[in-house]
């Protein structure tokens, strides 16, 4: 079953909170930290997938920090979800060995797809 991982929680978490700041100031790491009661270094782990995946940038420097990549309204809760937990999966179908003979596969493979359209109706903007 597909449950969110503290990883994908904090994603979450920290990405709306850089969405509720001045989107031409740099959130540093620590502040987000702090605020969202999350460990700083755990963050930075979180937010190097994030950056890789395109979801935010980094900023060297004095005044530097996280800001996200695109506008609030172009980035889904389901973006961030599969930069930081890759794809989801409901259930280990694709390691079964009766697979292609299940009538559940279907009704896994429905209900993944439904998960994944409201989690991509979603947008940062939406929740921050």
Not at 27 to 44: G, M, R
Request: hydrophobic letters at 40%; proline letters at 3%.
């Amino acid at each position: 079953m597909f449950k969110l991982s503290r990883a994908g929680e904090y994603a979450l978490r920290g990405v709306v909170y850089i969405a509720s700041k001045n989107v031409d100031d740099a959130v540093h790491v620590a502040e987000i930290a702090k605020c969202q009661n999350v460990p700083e270094y755990f963050l930075v782990k979180v937010f190097s997938r994030l950056v890789r995946n395109g979801i935010i940038h980094s900023i060297r420097g004095n005044k530097g920090g996280f800001r996200l990549s695109k506008k609030p309204e172009n980035i889904s809760v389901y973006d961030i979800i599969t930069a930081v937990e890759g794809p989801l999966n409901l259930n280990d179908c694709f390691i079964c060995k009766n697979s292609s003979k299940c009538k559940m596969k279907p009704v896994w493979d429905e209900a993944k797809e439904k998960m994944m359209e409201v989690l991509k109706q979603h947008n940062i903007a939406d929740v921050a």
